[in-house]
């Protein structure tokens, strides 16, 4: 009796349990099409091969945005689940999002949207000959929501069904006319064995394989320079930057070298500025300087502190404008020493941004306001009020300063250098 029951159960069971396949071709990608795009531009046009799809981007700036629909077409009877969580993937510059929609319905087309965002800076060492360039191979997973009935996707198929029932009819055979219980036993265990594909169940999971290629062009490097180091080392626009030069990231990094050089922990806002192209040569030089309250505050404290005029005085100094100013320097002549630019109505190469300058200046020094502490004559345009000053030359030397401490300047040929004014320039 025990042996029928036994052999009853072995029938019964895969007759109670309903295994369905995970076809491969139940899940299709039909199409991708840029829907959005912001700073960013298609190297490539987006494409589709199978169940992979490549992209191709090139992005400028943090912000920058390619917006992709991909149109998703489900055969099958169940609806998909979309794991936003993407497998493989490796960078921390440019973002993967999947917005809005989690699921890929049964028997329909459904909508998945992926949106690439730049969102963090690519520091500067990543940088290779002006390009920072990167391939993500990333796995977008769907999986069915049905967990009390996860599918095997080998168990439908028609010819293993044909086979287990063939060796099923031999299990059964030996399992009855055979005497011994030890076989028995032993053809028991091959019977379960047999059954646990069609009872024991596997997620049913598509993977949708995207490679991403991404290029970030550098506009523009930025450097800021403090040249004094005791050998009075210069920089020049058309040159790479000597290695004898401090050169720094940001201005502030600047101006705190300045207080280690000068043994003053005064505010230093004088500091050269320079751009450069992918092979690291000065494109651009300018003069830059900073005023701020704290500046104000500190040439308030040395130059009109118990003075007779002192209200008068403090109000100088709290009418100039804070900012940053930046007045640009050029290199006007060329390898045979000839003006690449206009002349002067008294015949001087003139510099083309010496009328930009000025500009530059009369803000920074509240002209309209205070015009006392400008002055113009054939040479060019002279800016001062206690120590600080600035100096423009229709030939195209640009200056600024500490009379009493520092000073910066680009000349006509395209030289600069930050000295100390105990030194001569």
Not at 186 to 199: D, E, F, Q, R, S
């Amino acid at each position: 009796m025990k042996k029928y029951l036994l052999l009853f159960l072995m029938i019964f069971i895969p007759l109670c349990v309903h295994a369905e396949t995970c076809d491969s071709t139940y899940i299709k990608i039909e199409s991708i099409r840029l829907i959005n795009v912001n700073g960013v531009e298609e190297i490539n046009e987006a494409s589709v091969n199978g169940m992979k799809i490549n992209l191709d981007l090139k992005m400028h700036d943090v912000g920058d945005i390619a917006e992709y629909e991909l149109k998703v077409k489900n055969t099958s009877n169940e609806d998909f689940y979309i794991n936003r969580n993407f497998s493989n993937l490796d960078t921390d510059y440019i973002i993967y999002e999947i917005a809005d929609n989690n699921l890929v319905k049964a028997g329909k087309e459904s909508i998945i949207r992926l949106k690439v965002t730049y969102k963090k800076e690519v520091p500067e060492e990543k940088i290779k000959n002006g390009m920072f360039s990167e391939t993500n191979k990333l796995t977008l997973q769907l999986t069915n929501n049905n967990s009390s009935s996860l599918k095997n996707p080998n168990t439908g198929s028609t010819i293993i069904r044909i086979i287990l029932i063939l060796l099923m009819t031999c299990i059964i055979v030996m399992f009855v006319y055979n005497k011994s219980q030890n076989t028995k036993i032993v053809v028991l265990i091959i019977g379960a064995i047999i059954l646990l594909p069609m009872t024991v169940y596997a997620v049913c999971k598509y993977e949708i394989e995207i490679e991403s290629k991404i290029e970030i062009p550098v506009k523009e490097i930025i450097k800021y320079t403090l040249s004094y180091d005791g050998t009075k080392p210069i920089t020049k626009i058309g040159e790479a930057i000597p290695n004898n030069v401090l050169s720094f990231k940001t201005p502030e990094l600047v101006m705190d070298e300045w207080k280690n050089i000068t043994y003053d922990q005064k505010i230093k806002p004088f500091y050269l500025k320079h751009k450069l192209d992918v092979n690291d040569i000065i494109t651009e030089s300018y003069v830059e300087f900073l005023i701020t309250d704290e500046l104000k505050t500190q040439m308030k404290e040395y130059f009109c502190y118990n003075r007779y005029d002192e209200e008068k005085c403090n109000k100088k100094y709290d009418n100039l404008v804070n900012g940053t100013y930046t007045i640009r320097g050029i290199d006007m002549y060329d390898s045979n020493g000839n003006c690449k630019n206009e002349y002067s109505d008294d015949g001087r190469c003139k510099s083309p941004f010496y009328e930009n300058n000025i500009e530059v200046l009369k803000r920074a020094f509240n002209y309209e306001l205070q015009p006392e502490l400008c002055s113009q004559d054939s040479y060019g345009f002279h800016c001062y009020l206690g120590n600080i000053f600035a100096d423009l030359d229709i030939d195209g030397m640009i200056i600024a300063g500490d009379f009493s401490d520092y000073e910066c300047y680009v000349d006509g040929r395209g030289y600069s250098r930050c000295f100390l004014a105990t030194e001569t320039g």
